[in-house]
């Protein structure tokens, strides 16, 4: 079954992280410098690119299993609503879901198609969903499955248990998804604050090449490499405040 607090990159994706780190790295340095030897040194940092995509890619599907989590947790409290065993609803929850977000491929459609196998094999819902909620590194999954385990053993309601849980994971994630919203104008102007000094540099470069001279020789270079460290550090501060836990 998938980690999803891992993602490992196929052999495409790695490669054309590599490039892809590689030739930004190089066309930065270029800018700045405007000397292919530095640039060219420079280059093999795009080889720790591919970690932070793989980093990115596993966020982005952890993100996607999360919202789609939400929808089958809208799905699951109607179909308790119609009076159907927690067990049934579950059984029945991919059918309706695959309708809803309409991808028969998806990891959730995957994961409860696997977790219906296991019902039809005898296996305990709790024992399945906390096993679901390990490997999913989802917040939401874990609180909703200790929730069903806390129920199974105190002797609760599970069918309301289960509804009123949904129903407030549903509630807390949509509280989260508006404060995303909010921040996300944040980030693009940190992302722009952060790109605007390379930009206003090689615009220089081009257009007043001799008032830029200086700076690609000498202590021109050392003073340039000073600034590139300042702002690496800056902007990795930017990145440090805005990345918001909701």
């Not at 340095?29 to 720790?48: C, D, K, T």
């Not at 906390?130 to 609180?143: G, M």
Request: proline fraction near 2%; glycine fraction near 4%.
């Amino acid at each position: 079954m998938t980690d999803y607090s891992v993602y490992r990159l196929n052999a495409k994706e790695k490669a054309w992280a590599i490039l892809l780190g590689c030739s930004f790295c190089f066309t930065l340095i270029w800018l700045l410098y405007r000397h292919p030897l530095i640039a060219a040194f420079a280059a093999p940092l795009g080889l720790l690119y591919p970690k932070y995509y793989a980093l990115s890619l596993c966020r982005r599907r952890r993100d996607k299993l999360r919202q789609q989590f939400k929808d089958a947790l809208q799905a699951l409290t109607s179909l308790l609503s119609a009076g159907r065993s927690v067990e049934n609803a579950f059984s029945a929850l991919e059918s309706d879901l695959v309708l809803l977000i309409g991808d028969s491929r998806s990891d959730l459609i995957r994961e409860l198609r696997a977790i219906s196998n296991r019902l039809s094999n005898g296996e305990q819902l709790e024992v399945i969903l906390q096993d679901f909620a390990e490997r999913s590194a989802v917040e939401e999954v874990r609180n909703f499955a200790e929730a069903i385990a806390i129920c199974k053993r105190a002797g609760g309601d599970l069918v309301e248990v289960t509804r009123r849980t949904s129903l407030l994971i549903a509630e807390k994630m949509d509280v989260e998804l508006e404060v995303s919203v909010l921040i996300a104008q944040k980030r693009f102007e940190a992302k722009v604050m952060m790109a605007m000094p390379f930009a206003f540099v090689g615009i220089l470069n081009f257009l007043a090449a001799d008032y830029m001279q200086p700076m690609r020789e000498g202590m021109g270079i050392v003073v340039m490499s000073v600034c590139l460290l300042l702002l690496a550090l800056c902007s990795w501060w930017i990145v440090r405040i805005m990345d918001i836990k909701t």
